[in-house]
């Protein structure tokens, strides 16, 4: 279940991120409460994962794989650029993700 929770707490650190984007500085008012939601939401979610991950394993794992997603989505739907060093820098980070669930933490 840890794992669940891990995941709908990327989808919603992401949902940060996009948020924050739009909300120019929190002078979009909407935006603003998404970001501040998202962020209520992605922590509570974390906190639920951590029951049973070690906090900095659940902590990398749930940055990490939130900022690969928000890369991707960008490339794929806001006209950013992914390059090879992008490229690169993701295949580093899913790597690390996988060297942490190979070591066991959950």
């Given at each position: 279940m840890s794992?669940?929770?891990l995941g709908i707490a990327v989808?919603?650190?992401i949902a940060v991120a996009i948020s924050a984007g739009?909300?120019?500085?929190?002078t979009r008012a909407w935006?603003?409460?998404a970001t501040l939601v998202s962020g209520a939401n992605?922590?509570?979610f974390l906190s639920l994962a951590l029951l049973t991950f070690d906090v900095g394993v659940g902590y990398a794992i749930w940055t990490s794989v939130a900022g690969v997603g928000i890369v991707v989505l960008g490339a794929l739907f806001f006209g950013?650029?992914?390059n090879w060093t992008?490229?690169?820098g993701i295949a580093l980070v899913?790597?690390?993700v996988v060297g942490l669930r190979l070591s066991g933490a959950a």
């Open positions: 794992w669940l929770y989808i919603f650190e739009n909300a120019k500085g929190f935006w603003t409460i992605a922590t509570f950013q650029q992914l992008k490229a690169l899913i790597g690390g």
